[in-house]
């Protein structure tokens, strides 16, 4: 019976996984028609899924986590808009949070179910 939970676990987990890329295929390709926006997303999106990680286990490491990439993605905001005059740095932290809400939505159906078999077994 174990065995087949972390299956299913990892079945779950590839499926809110892979939702994010198609998220952000959806909404860059098929919506706003940009490549680069897509592969940007797709770049960041493990980074927020590492967060969501990191806020289940303990959440005041997950909001240092976050806060160091709200950190770092300022410092490149005022780095491209001082050389460059323009910045994509918002596709970066839209890859962010797909990436955070698809695995905080992992958890969220992990623990439904096991709420659902813990009220059934009472």
Known sequence: MMMIEKINNYILFS???FGSYLHSLISSLLIMSSKQRFNRNCL???????????????INHGYIYFMLLMCYQI???VENISHSHHDYSFYDIEGY??????????????????????????
């Open 44 to 58: 960041h999106i493990p980074f927020g899924h590492i967060g969501g990680l990191i806020s289940n286990y303990d």
């Open 75 to 77: 410092l490149e905001t």
């Open 15 to 17: 499926i809110c996984f």
């Open 97 to 122: 949070v797909i990436g955070f809400s698809s695995n905080i939505f992992f958890f969220y159906l992990k623990g439904l179910k096991k709420q659902k078999y813990e009220l059934t077994n009472v």
